[in-house]
């Protein structure tokens, strides 16, 4: 018998590790980059100061500078032996794209020359008619271009197929609709931009931008290539969608932290290589808890470059993950029994003159600025938990999210016990008339307190969704696979809402004569007062927590259909409009894409694994149960047969799973039939969700797994999750 399964696991024993040898780190670092220090020396002054402002301002840059600095980024780019350049993008099918061009062409005479002007560097028209856009390209316009983001540097990537210029662009139709992750981001950049300057205003005359900082955790998966290759639902779905639990699966605990295998670590080294080169900081690797499951993370940076970031090393540890015979797996739940994968969100906001608004100041005033902002972070995330639940939907991520493992589908927010007391001391305290008791609340001394602080923030509470980890607060149940534009985007909107009401509010009580510290003061009590029934300092995955939620009123929506209904309220329409992130029009259109979304990958996996039981274990279990059968039959023949019960019960077992598996087989085709029959969008996704993937999907394994311990294993032909997990 041959199988995938057994040459792959001939393979890997003749596999030995290559670690590539050590470079200095400062040695490589940023250098496939355009930093500014490149632009400086590749640009005239004019055109340098030019695309300075574009990155610091905002600023438009005409046609005789784009074709300037065009030139300068070719001559870059050929000096580094790049020949073809692509505008690089990221649509919202959560991968990135490229559409790579030639600096060659050929001029009316016939000479051939390599040329780069600024009309290229600035506006592409990719065929996008299968990038997804929930109809509105149909409503408004047939095609959508790609255009220049000076904000994010241009970079070489100079993997697999040679050198390529990458150019970081936004997607958007002709009417100026955004069809990708970016284009709202930078518009909630700009919305958090401006009302995180006024409130700090009030503190401190001299900020004239804030920039949201974001620091991602990768979490991800590493197996064989050739155990990979012959997992049909790997390939295509990114999960295991059968698989028993091997008989040693994480109980030990003794992956986490522990030594990095020989083959991995040569892959880590490989790809931190990489992506040093492109300027993305990374800082820490190690194992993560489950087996085969590690983790990166970079140092944090603004949060346009973390996104672009992200996606770019996702982008590089795949590719670099092939060079090593090995294979990355992204999805948030590649295992069932063993934990998933996540991405945290590390998230504060930084001022232009040094300073973490997230971070507890040293004197009173800073304290009463930071205060400001930690308490908005709580009633943004309040009001709008809903939309920070459906910014992290998925059909991946509901594997993950309420698994026990993972924080659950109800968003709250851990503060940790010092400022707990903090927020407590201001709601008892500060009065609703002004007096002195609240004079001396703006003496609270936080910053004592910062070793006590950052020790009760760091190290206590795994299990919360959204916790504040002594100077920045991170958003957990970000899954694996997302691209972090999207929750960043519902992130700083909600709090540019958020700040842009605080301001109103205490502006009122300014006019009506309260001194400007009183008023703020009685603002964030407020606030404390009418969003604490968000804040949870207990065990996030516990039974009683998801009862205590309910009595407190806390949306807890576990699947992603349901979830997503949040993007299009009433008030997520009004919310994105007020702040100019989403027409309605695109609102509706992404609530659409992302249920197909959702659709799609239910009916892949419910396809894959009708396929898989039919044509692989299904097959298996029957060869198995006829050798059982010619060997029963034989011991009759002999007058053996007392001593057969063993094997009659297997074959009865056996038979049994048989059974059940087909009949669950069909019965999913038959729920899959009725689903595809339904016009409404969102009703087919709640459908799909109920009647085939709930319904069927954890049955169907069942009989499945249980027929992968009875069925010799030599007949067996997917890998298994031993072979899977623990070779390497
Ligand atoms: P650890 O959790 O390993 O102790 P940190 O808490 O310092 O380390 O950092 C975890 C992640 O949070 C890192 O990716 C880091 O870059 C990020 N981070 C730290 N400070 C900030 C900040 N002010 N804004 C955004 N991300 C941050
Ligand atoms: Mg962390």
Request: glycine share 6%; proline share 4%; with cysteine.
């Amino acid at each position: 018998m041959s199988s995938l399964r057994f040459e792959a696991l001939k393979k890997i024993n003749a596999q030995a590790a290559e670690v590539s040898a050590t470079t200095k780190v400062t040695a490589i670092f940023a250098e496939n980059v355009f930093t500014h220090a490149v632009a400086r020396q590749f640009l005239a002054d004019e055109a340098y100061k030019s695309l300075m402002a574009s990155v610091k301002n905002g600023q438009k840059i005409d046609r005789s500078m784009a074709n300037q600095i065009a030139n300068g980024v070719r001559a870059w780019a050929e000096s580094k032996g790049v020949t073809h350049f692509t505008h690089w993008f990221q649509p919202l099918t959560g991968t990135t794209a490229e559409k790579h061009d030639s600096f060659f062409t050929l001029k009316s005479d016939g000479t051939p020359i390599e040329t780069f002007d600024g009309d290229a560097l600035i506006q592409q028209e990719p065929d996008a008619s299968s990038f997804p856009n929930g109809g509105l390209r149909a409503t408004f316009e047939a095609r959508g271009y790609t255009a220049w983001d000076p904000s994010s540097p241009a970079f070489i990537m100079d993997i697999g197929t040679g050198k390529t210029l990458c150019i970081p662009t936004i997607f958007i139709s002709y009417t100026g609709e955004s069809l990708d992750y970016k284009a709202p981001l930078v518009k909630a950049l700009e919305a958090i931009n401006r009302a995180a300057v006024d409130v700090c205003n009030y503190f401190d005359k001299n900020v004239t931008r804030v920039t949201p900082t974001l620091g991602w955790e990768q979490e991800y998966f590493v197996v064989d290539e050739g155990l990979f290759n012959a997992r049909p639902d790997l390939m295509l779905c990114g999960r295991t969608v059968f698989g028993h639990s091997p008989a040693k699966g994480q109980q030990l605990e003794d992956h986490y932290f522990g030594s990095i295998p020989e083959r991995i670590y040569a892959f880590m080294r490989d790809y931190e290589q990489e992506s040093y080169r492109l300027g993305i900081p990374l800082r820490t690797r190690h194992n993560e808890v489950a087996p085969a499951q590690f983790e990166c993370a970079p140092i944090f940076e603004e949060c346009n470059i973390a996104v672009d970031h992200n996606t770019l090393l996702m982008d590089v540890m795949t590719r670099v993950a092939a060079r090593h015979g090995l294979r990355v797996l992204l999805h948030e739940k590649p295992f069932a029994g063993i934990n998933g994968s996540g991405k945290h969100n590390n998230w504060s906001l930084a001022t232009d003159t040094g300073v973490n608004l997230l971070a507890p100041g040293k004197t009173p005033k800073t304290n009463l600025m930071f205060l400001t902002f930690f308490v908005n972070t709580i009633k943004a995330v309040h009001d709008y938990a809903d939309l920070l639940r459906a910014s992290i939907a998925s059909a991946s991520n509901d594997f993950r999210l309420g698994a026990n493992e993972a924080p659950p589908a109800i968003i709250s927010v851990f503060v940790g016990q010092y400022l707990s007391k903090v927020l407590n001391d201001v709601k008892e305290r500060v009065g609703d008339k002004f007096d002195e008791q609240d004079e001396s609340m703006l003496k609270m001394d936080i910053h004592r307190s910062i070793p006590e602080l950052l020790q009760d923030n760091t190290d206590r509470n795994r299990t919360s969704p959204f916790a504040f980890t002594g100077n920045k607060f991170e958003f957990r149940a970000v899954g694996s696979t997302a691209n972090c534009a999207n929750p960043m985007t519902v992130l700083n909107t909600i709090m540019a809402e958020t700040l842009r009401q605080f301001k109103k509010d205490v502006d009122g009580l300014i006019e009506k004569g309260e001194k400007k510290e009183i008023a703020i003061l009685h603002t964030i009590r407020e606030y404390i007062v009418s969003s604490e029934r968000v804040l949870f300092e207990g065990d996030g995955y516990s039974e009683e927590w998801a009862k205590e939620a309910e009595r407190r009123g806390l949306p807890n929506v576990k699947t992603t259909p349901l979830a997503l209904d949040a993007m299009v309220t009433d008030k997520a329409l009004k919310l994105f409009e007020d702040n100019n992130i989403y027409t309605h029009a695109e609102l509706e259109a992404r609530h659409e894409i992302e249920l197909e979304k959702y659709i799609k990958k239910v009916q892949i996996e419910s396809r894959l694994m009708v396929e898989l039981a039919s044509t692989q274990i299904i097959p298996a279990a029957v060869r198995y149960q006829s050798s059982l059968i010619s060997n029963l039959r034989g011991l009759k023949e002999l007058g053996l047969d007392g001593s057969s019960s063993c094997t009659r019960s297997n074959l009865e077992k056996l038979t049994r799973h048989i059974e059940e598996a087909s009949k669950a087989v069909d019965a999913m085709v038959e729920a899959r039939k009725k689903c595809n029959n339904i016009a409404d969008t969102r009703e087919m996704a709640i459908a799909y969700c109920t009647e085939v993937k709930e319904a069927w999907f954890d049955k169907l394994r069942y009989h499945a797994d249980k027929l992968e311990q009875l069925v010799d294993d030599a007949e067996w032909t997917l890998p298994k999750y031993r072979e899977l997990l623990f070779i390497r």
